[in-house]
């Protein structure tokens, strides 16, 4: 989440979200930052969160009513914790963006990263794995194939190459996109080891 607000700060606007009233000044500018990595990220923001909460959702207590929580804490107490829509807003001045994320990532739907993702105009990438919201849950092969991407990723950034190839994986469609995954699972998912496939 950090990630998002200092790059929207940074390359659209710096807004005072946390204060009762909200005060807009022009984007920092500072031209050391290239990029961003983001790692099972918020971006697009409660519009493209699911409607039909995952059970880590429900869990933590928000669930259905998450968008509305998200609402009325930016209202009635001026916390901005979750993105609002200003980081999917702003995402379009972005230089370049690296996405990871887990397919059933509890925290933000596959199609908000999609989203944000294609607002990139310049270098980008988006890895999809077999596994939830957390970059540690992740099996260590996919843990090491997403740093290897994110390392390719800053060094293409770094050299002003304009594609991250070899090893990107293309897609052009949200079918492929979860068929770029290997066929390696979080382990309390892997069907092989459900019971249900014994």
């Given at each position: 989440m950090a990630t998002g607000w200092a790059m929207t700060i940074n390359f659209d606007k710096d807004c005072s979200y946390d204060m009762p009233d909200i005060v807009?000044?022009?984007?920092?500018?500072?031209p050391n930052i290239m990029g961003a990595i983001l790692i099972s990220e918020f971006s697009s923001g409660p519009g493209y969160i699911s409607s039909t909460p995952s059970v880590e959702d429900e869990e933590r207590g928000l669930g259905k009513d998450r968008g509305l929580f998200i609402g009325g804490s930016e209202v009635e107490n001026s916390i901005v914790f979750f993105p609002s829509s200003a980081i999917l807003a702003g995402v379009d001045k972005w230089p370049a963006a690296f996405f990871a994320r887990g397919l059933?990532?509890?925290?933000?739907?596959?199609?908000?990263?999609?989203?944000?993702?294609?607002?990139i105009n310049g270098l980008k990438e988006l890895v999809v794995v077999r596994g939830p919201h957390p970059f540690e849950t992740w099996p260590e092969l996919e843990q090491e194939r997403v740093l290897d991407r994110m390392i390719a990723f800053a060094k293409a950034v770094a050299l002003y190459e304009k594609s991250v190839s070899p090893g990107e994986r293309s897609w052009s469609d949200m079918k492929t996109l979860v068929a770029t995954?290997?066929?390696?699972?979080?382990?309390?998912?892997?069907?092989?080891?459900?019971p249900e496939a014994q």
């Open positions: 807009c000044g022009p984007a920092a500018g500072n059933w990532d509890y925290a933000d739907s596959l199609e908000g990263t999609v989203e944000s993702y294609s607002r995954t290997s066929d390696v699972w979080e382990p309390t998912f892997d069907p092989a080891r459900r």
